[in-house]
Nanobody, 124 residues
Framework: QAQLVESGGGLVQAGGSLRLSCAAS????????MGWFRQAPGKEREFVAT????????YYADSVKGRFTISRDNAKNTVWLQTNSLKPEDTAIYYC?????????????????WGQGTQVTVSS
C-alpha cells in the first residue's frame, strides 16, 4: 500500500498559480500511473490529470487542459500538479492517487491508494 501526502494548496486570486506536490512512499513508485482528482463542496469527485508510469504520457480533463500540468520524478517519489490561470471554479480539495497499473486512468476506480488532499481556494 502506498502512502501519499499532498501539499502546496492555499488561497490564491483568480489568474494566479499554485504548485501542488504529492510525496509517495510504501510502493514501487516508478511502476504505477498517478493521478490528480478534485472535489468541490456539494459536487462529486472529478478527474483532473493523470501521468503514466515513466512520465512520457499525460492526459487532462477538458476543464484544465492548457492551464494545468502534471509531472513526476520517480527518483524523488514525487508527483506535481502545476495549476496556472486559476479560476474560482477550480476551488476544491485536490487529491493525488496511485493507479492499479502503469497506464493512464481517468476514473476514480482506476486508483487504489489516495492521499488526504490539499485545499485550493481561488478568489475572484
Amino acid at each position: 500500500q502506498a502512502q501519499l501526502v499532498e501539499s502546496g494548496g492555499g488561497l490564491v486570486q483568480a489568474g494566479g498559480s499554485l504548485r501542488l506536490s504529492c510525496a509517495a512512499s510504501g510502493r514501487t513508485f516508478s511502476s504505477y500511473a498517478m493521478g490528480w482528482f478534485r472535489q468541490a463542496p456539494g459536487k462529486e469527485r472529478e478527474f483532473v490529470a493523470t501521468i503514466n508510469w515513466n512520465g512520457d504520457n499525460t492526459y487532462y480533463a477538458d476543464s484544465v487542459k492548457g492551464r494545468f500540468t502534471i509531472s513526476r520524478d520517480n527518483a524523488k517519489n514525487t508527483v506535481w500538479l502545476q495549476t496556472n490561470s486559476l479560476k474560482p471554479e477550480d476551488t476544491a480539495i485536490y487529491y493525488c492517487a496511485v493507479a492499479y497499473g502503469g497506464t493512464l486512468h481517468s476514473r476514480w476506480n482506476g486508483y487504489r491508494d489516495w492521499g488526504q488532499g490539499t485545499q485550493v481556494t481561488v478568489s475572484s
